[in-house]
């Protein structure tokens, strides 16, 4: 599909603790500006093409050669490089902007998620409940029953079910919900497990009876005899991948930044690579591969068997940051938070803990030591956080370290955060950290947040104070489960995000804090340049500028003109990375006749 030819090495492939040399994708051809009088691959003339660049300029005509953009102008600039071999492209006034960067993604779980069977989409009780009961009847007696992910707090009712609920309809059937932090289960899931009479911690019970409740934290989940998932080969992980990366190519999206991969993520990847059939430049974070209550050298001697560090790679695959987690999640009331969690909050969780703050499984000195580790290797840093008091914890670390050593320009940076103060803010803009976030959980679970909590509303995403204080702020989804972009159970279209940022509407329809809007414009870069500037690759991408990837989105209407609430509904029509067209929902029409005057103004 590329033109652009890669060899890649098969150590790199299969035995990524070789020696750096044997791991990094090597190109054996190289991008080079051409002469005028070679001409260009493809000129894309008569659009509205918004450029992100630093004075975010708006243009008419782009020429592209060799895989990046050659010109970047008028229609009487690009036309100098049109040659009778070059394809032209009338984009008969559409908005152009530049690919979509995804800011944060579990891509390879994704692709896989619905595989075996659909996962649903249920948005009530009564449907959650009736769905557990079809699964009961067309499973034999003893079989699990498994949401991979499953929040109850979105749910109309925003309510947990009761064992008694999930006992009702599955009394035969142990019962798993998923919520990656938290989940619930039924008395049929603790029986098979052998958990009737466990007073493991992270079984809860109720604060009257005594009796487990059926809620769970994370630290329980390898307690439950659940059944091992069905092995996929090789070949049928990469089609999946195949398939959900051209889904993404549908929504626009070039660039993936990896929420956590692994060696065999990267073989699959490579081997798409490999065939031309990578659609999407990655960025891939690593999980620290080791326990963070080793010590300090045992760290760094772990991560050194990597093999490899940020910014490795090329242009298509690089090494990303090392991750770590800090707390819990929002959606399961385990993230912790600068004071305990609401009476309401509890009640939506079925619990009923007194002072309860969240799970914390890393504090600051950890977080340091971590931190530390990862830069001395020459690693860029980050971590998952979600409530405002491990914001706060990882903040103070980051401090710490930035006592006895320069990280201003390390781009460490928070992935979630979601509850920033304007003392955090303040923090973030001095040590240079930088906002990874999920624009779609504040249309998602605003109404949540809005509910239960006091103080922190006004702290929840504040997007205006971040980018006020000079805050890089990325944008991202943290997509998981399901494939479809709005209906996946964390929605990936980049357009619902932009148009969430602009409006801060939640999907019920609540403006939530209306003083932290920020513009369309601002949106838009926290999708692009933004993203770019997370992976450190803001000189070759994030913007339609001359001798960058070209890597571009033409879109069904103008994300800066239309009205705001269809901001949300806007849709590529053509995606091209490289150069080259990757998804084409066939409504503009390639014309190769060479003549530029057909094209002049």
């Known amino acids: 599909m590329f033109a652009k030819k890669i060899v890649i090495s098969t150590a790199y492939a299969f035995s990524l603790s070789l020696h750096l040399s044997a791991l990094i994708l090597v190109l054996i051809c190289i991008s080079c500006r051409p002469d005028r009088s070679s001409g260009a691959d493809l000129v894309l003339v008569n659009g509205k093409i918004i450029t992100v660049d630093s004075a975010f300029s708006i243009v008419e005509a782009v020429a592209i050669h060799n895989g990046r953009f050659v010109s970047v102008g008028t229609t009487e600039e690009v036309n100098k490089w049109i040659s009778p071999a070059t394809r ?88 798993f919900l998923n919520g990656s932090y938290g989940g619930m289960v039924n008395t049929k899931a603790l029986e098979i497990s052998g958990l009737t009479a466990s007073n493991h911690p992270g079984l809860l019970r109720d604060k009257f009876t005594g009796k487990h409740n059926g809620s769970l934290f994370r630290s329980a989940f390898e307690l439950l005899a659940l059944p091992q998932p069905n092995d996929l080969t090789f070949e049928e992980k990469r089609a999946a991948l195949k398939a959900m990366l051209a889904r993404y190519n549908e929504v626009g999206i070039t660039s993936v930044i990896l929420g956590r991969s692994d060696k065999g993520e990267l073989a699959l990847f490579e081997a798409l690579l490999a065939d031309d059939e990578l659609t999407a430049r990655l960025y891939l974070n690593f999980a620290f591969p080791f326990s963070p209550k080793a010590t300090l050298d045992e760290i760094k001697a772990s991560i050194s068997q990597l093999g490899f560090r940020t910014g490795d790679g090329n242009e298509w695959i690089k090494v990303g940051a090392l991750k770590a987690v800090v707390d819990g999640g929002i959606l399961t009331g385990t993230a912790f938070l600068r004071e305990p969690w609401s009476s309401k909050a509890q009640n939506i969780f079925g619990r009923s803990a007194d002072n309860y703050q969240g799970e914390l499984y890393l504090n600051q000195r950890e977080l340091a030591k971590l931190i530390i580790a990862a830069d001395d290797a ?18 103070a670390a980051f401090e710490e370290v930035g006592g006895t050593r320069t990280i201003r320009d390390k781009r460490f940076s928070i992935i979630h955060g979601n509850f920033y103060t304007p003392q955090a803010i303040a923090k973030m803009r001095d040590l240079g950290i930088y906002a990874n976030m999920q624009a779609a959980w504040l249309y998602m679970d605003g109404d949540f947040i809005n509910a239960v909590s006091n103080d922190e509303r006004t702290d929840f995403h504040p997007y205006k104070s971040l980018y006020e204080a000079k805050v890089q702020v990325i944008g991202g989804s943290d997509h998981m489960v399901k494939t479809d972009p709005n209906s996946a159970v964390n929605p ?110």
Not at 108 to 121: H, R, T
Not at 150 to 160: G, I, K, P, Q, V
Not at 378 to 395: E, I, M, P
Not at 576 to 586: L, N, P
């Open 88 to 175: 032209i492209l009338d984009l008969k006034g559409h908005t152009a902007i530049p690919g979509i960067i995804e800011g944060h993604a579990h891509l390879v779980a994704a692709s896989q998620s619905e595989l075996s069977e659909l996962i649903p989409a249920v948005s009530n009780m009564e449907e959650l409940l009736s769905w557990i009961a079809q699964q009961a009847q067309s499973k034999k007696a003893g079989e699990w029953i498994v949401h991979p992910k499953f929040f109850s707090t979105r749910l109309d009712e925003m309510r947990a079910p009761t064992l008694e609920e999930l006992d009702a309809v599955a009394p035969e059937h142990p019962v």
């Open 378 to 395: 020459g690693w860029n840093f980050t971590a998952h956080v979600t409530g405002g008091g491990a914001v706060d914890t990882l903040l």
């Open 492 to 601: 990936y279209n980049p357009f619902l995000s932009i148009a969430t940022v602009v409006n801060r509407k939640t999907r019920s329809g609540l403006t939530f804090n209306a003083a932290e809007r920020i513009s369309r414009q601002e949106a838009l870069k926290m999708y692009t340049i933004n993203n770019a500037h997370a992976s450190f690759e803001e000189d070759i991408k994030g913007s339609i500028e001359r001798d960058k990837l070209a890597d571009m989105v033409v879109l069904s209407a103008d994300i800066l003109s239309c009205p705001e609430d269809e901001i949300k509904d806007i849709f590529p029509i053509l995606t091209i990375i490289g150069g080259k067209e990757v998804f084409d929902k066939g409504i503009l029409t390639a014309d190769n006749d060479p003549n530029p005057t057909a094209y002049a103004k």
